[in-house]
């Protein structure tokens, strides 16, 4: 039997992330969740842990009283290779999945360099986002 593929998950909202999670424990896949992607990131570099795949938000405020960085800025720094110290690749696939279902954020992450864009509201199954992440090598 495979190892299922192991997920970062970034999201700053614990309902939305486990509504995210559940879907994907159900299609099969491992997950870490963080609230805060500088968090995540400062454990990351003690301890690197081997993702197969980022499912991002877009808009992460702070968390914590500590600061954050919002999807856009995940999503630069990756495709700059500023978090290969974490462990993660410049080219791991990203998946943007956002509320903002509008064409100028799908556009520009994009062309940031998101693998996809996947909008996610309490109706969406986020079958796209699914069908991507098994489709992944």
Same mark, same amino acid.
């Not at 994907?24 to 003690?46: H, M, R, T, V």
């Not at 991002?56 to 500023?82: A, E, F, I, Q």
């Not at 943007?96 to 279902?101: L, N, P, V």
């Given at each position: 039997?495979?190892?299922? &593929?192991?997920?970062?998950?970034?999201?700053?909202?614990?309902?939305?992330?486990?509504?995210? %999670?559940? +879907?994907? !424990? #159900?299609? %099969?896949? /491992?997950?870490?969740?963080?609230? !805060?992607?500088?968090?995540?990131?400062? $454990?990351?570099?003690? @301890?690197?842990?081997?993702? #197969?795949?980022?499912?991002?938000?877009? =808009?992460?405020?702070? @968390?914590? =009283?500590?600061?954050?960085? #919002? *999807?856009?800025?995940?999503?630069? $720094?990756?495709?700059? *290779?500023?978090?290969? &110290?974490? %462990?993660?690749?410049?080219?791991?696939?990203?998946?943007?999945? /956002?509320?903002?279902? #509008?064409?100028?954020? +799908? $556009?520009?992450?994009? &062309?940031? *360099?998101? !693998?996809?864009?996947?909008? $996610? !509201?309490?109706?969406?199954?986020? /079958?796209?986002?699914?069908?991507?992440?098994? /489709?992944?090598?």
């Amino acid at each position: 039997m495979p190892t299922p &593929k192991h997920i970062l998950l970034l999201e700053d909202v614990p309902q939305i992330a486990r509504f995210v %999670g559940q +879907i994907l !424990n #159900d299609a %099969g896949f /491992s997950y870490d969740w963080y609230q !805060n992607p500088c968090i995540a990131f400062e $454990k990351l570099e003690e @301890t690197p842990v081997l993702y #197969d795949a980022i499912v991002c938000d877009w =808009n992460m405020p702070p @968390t914590c =009283n500590r600061l954050s960085m #919002d *999807g856009d800025r995940v999503l630069h $720094k990756v495709r700059r *290779g500023r978090l290969t &110290k974490c %462990g993660i690749p410049q080219d791991i696939p990203f998946v943007m999945c /956002s509320a903002f279902d #509008d064409e100028e954020h +799908i $556009k520009k992450a994009l &062309k940031w *360099g998101a !693998n996809l864009y996947q909008i $996610k !509201n309490p109706t969406t199954p986020l /079958s796209e986002m699914v069908n991507y992440l098994q /489709s992944l090598p």
